[in-house]
């Protein structure tokens, strides 16, 4: 059974930067589109980024243009999520999520159980 695990999370303070982990197992990532999202505290869950299974196409949301970047490590069946000056508004536990995405399409099927970002001001 393909399993998601995501890691990279933790305390940091504002500004700094991070990098969080989605890796898959028992499949690599390039046979599926891969998401990310966020839900902060008290709020509904919300996307973030996705890379295509083709080409390796990236969409983010309009609140993670700029300071998010999606990458992929073939040889570590992983995919990266780097975010640059993180304020206190990015603390929200950070899903990665195998599915179907395009520029306006977000169909997540498969759930990582979530790492936790908390940013301190």
């Known amino acids: 059974q393909v399993q998601l695990v995501e890691s990279g999370g933790g305390l940091v303070q504002a500004g700094d930067s991070l990098r969080l982990s989605c890796t898959a197992s028992?499949?690599?990532?390039?046979?599926?589109?891969m998401g990310w999202f966020r839900q902060p505290p008290g709020k509904p869950r919300e996307f973030v980024a996705a890379?295509?299974?083709?080409?390796?196409?990236?969409y983010y949301a309009n609140s993670a243009k700029g300071r998010f970047t999606l990458s992929r490590e073939n040889a570590y069946n992983t995919v990266f999520l780097q975010i640059a000056r993180l304020p206190p508004e990015d603390t929200a536990v950070y899903y990665c999520?195998?599915?179907?995405?395009?520029?306006?399409?977000?169909?997540?099927?498969?759930w990582g159980q979530g790492t936790q970002v908390n940013v301190s001001s």
């Open positions: 028992a499949r690599t990532v390039y046979d599926n589109d």
């Open positions: 999520a195998e599915g179907r995405y395009t520029e306006v399409k977000r169909e997540p099927s498969l």
């Open positions: 890379i295509t299974r083709e080409g390796g196409t990236s």
